[in-house]
Nanobody, 125 residues
Framework: VQLQASGGGLVQAGGPLRLSCAAS??????????MGWFRQAPGKEREFVAA????????AYIDSVKGRFTISRDNAKNTVYLQMNSLKPEDTAVYYC?????????????????WGQGTKVTVSS
């Protein structure tokens, strides 16, 4: 599956931003993948942000974004979203979407087989 992330940009602290990740799946349908969002801030390791199950019923978040970020998916559109509200300067990073062939939500990036190119989010204070 090929993933294309978009929606990044410059936003003031406290503002919202929505990221999208469009998938072009050949063979295995998009709905068969668990989807995740990761981010990498300058000088830091890539970290898990959120993930969503195949059906969209189950989600998981890193503690620092709980209550502010929402992951969702539209399997008819082969797209996963990350709605980010109340953004903080520490959310500044390159955000990546990723797809996992597994059966349950996992948080480590090594579990995800397919990756998008990343979209940069900058939050100004």
């Amino acid at each position: 599956v090929q993933l294309q992330a978009s929606g990044g940009g410059l936003v003031q602290a406290g503002g919202p931003l929505r990221l999208s990740c469009a998938a072009s799946a050949s063979g295995r349908a998009f709905s068969r993948y668990i989807m995740g969002w990761f981010r990498q801030a300058p000088g830091k390791e890539r970290e898990f942000v959120a993930a969503i199950s195949r059906s969209g019923v189950a989600t998981a978040y890193i503690d620092s974004v709980k209550g502010r970020f929402t992951i969702s998916r539209d399997n008819a559109k082969n797209t996963v979203y990350l709605q980010m509200n109340s953004l903080k300067p520490e959310d500044t990073a390159v955000y990546y979407c990723a797809a996992d062939n597994g059966d349950v939500i996992r948080r480590h990036d090594r579990e995800y087989e397919y990756w998008g190119q990343g979209t940069k989010v900058t939050v100004s204070s």
